[in-house]
């Protein structure tokens, strides 16, 4: 069956510091990839996407992404995190030649000035 | 502005009372959804609709309803609302099916209580 996980329900990082939260998915084939962003009280944000080419994306914010076939993992990555980067960030699945859309069940980001 | 809008933001209502979340988009998109989100859950979802008068269900679709007579709108109906039901509601559009270009926009949710 075809999951999502995000193996870390909360992470704290001090400003400046650089930022990575996980995410791993199974599903048979390249499955469209997302990661959202959802700041308190908002909807979700779209940050960055993949389905094929460069395995390293660049998205909104200073995010970048890093597709591993192999590991079938989707990494979200920050250099540096400002103040702003907390909210709750969610990886997504989307199944190729459906409308399904698959969630993992978020990370809570808590940045220390 | 291209969104996505959902009304109420807050409802707290009462169990058995009927009652309709809307959702609209202005983005012509074909695909419409609607999620609810709960800790430790992320988010699941209700009820999709490929164009107007095509729904289906989706993870969790025990208790509501849905319609979509016109493409914009895409309500959400709780015909009998249970205490289980509490819970943060978004609606979503995309262009079409799932794909590098076609990613899903969030309305800013719906926060129901049921008591």
């Known amino acids: 069956a075809q999951s999502v996980t995000q193996p870390d329900i909360h992470i704290t990082v001090s400003e400046g510091a650089s930022l990575e939260l996980r995410c791993n998915y199974s599903?048979?084939?390249?499955?469209?990839l997302f990661w959202y962003v959802q700041s308190p009280g908002q909807g979700l944000q779209l940050l960055l996407k993949?389905?094929?080419?460069?395995?390293l994306v660049q998205g909104i914010k200073g995010f970048e992404a890093e597709f591993k076939r192999s590991q079938s993992s989707f990494n979200l990555r920050k250099p540096s995190v400002h103040w702003s980067d907390a909210a709750e960030y969610f990886c997504?699945?989307?199944?190729?030649?459906?409308?399904?859309?698959?969630f993992g069940t978020g990370t809570r980001l808590k940045v220390l000035a | 502005e291209a969104q996505v809008t959902q009304n109420p933001r807050y409802l707290i209502t009462v169990t058995g009372k009927k009652l309709t979340v809307t959702c609209s988009q202005n983005?012509?998109?074909?695909?419409m959804s609607w999620y609810r989100q709960d800790p430790g859950l992320g988010l699941r979802q209700i009820y999709y609709?490929?164009?107007?008068?095509?729904?289906d269900k989706g993870d969790v679709p025990e208790g509501y309803k849905v319609s979509r007579k016109e493409k914009r709108n895409f309500p959400l109906i709780l015909e009998s609302p249970s205490p289980n039901q509490t819970s943060l509601y978004f609606c979503?559009?995309?262009?079409?099916?799932?794909?590098?270009?076609?990613?899903?926009?969030f309305g800013n949710g719906t926060r129901l209580t049921v008591t």
């Open positions: 979503a559009s995309s262009l079409s099916i799932p794909t590098k270009d076609s990613p899903l926009h």
């Open positions: 599903y048979g084939a390249t499955p469209y």
């Open positions: 993949y389905f094929s080419g460069d395995t």
């Open positions: 997504a699945v989307g199944i190729s030649g459906t409308y399904k859309y698959i």
């Open positions: 983005m012509n998109h074909e695909y």
């Open positions: 609709s490929m164009n107007v008068e095509v729904t």
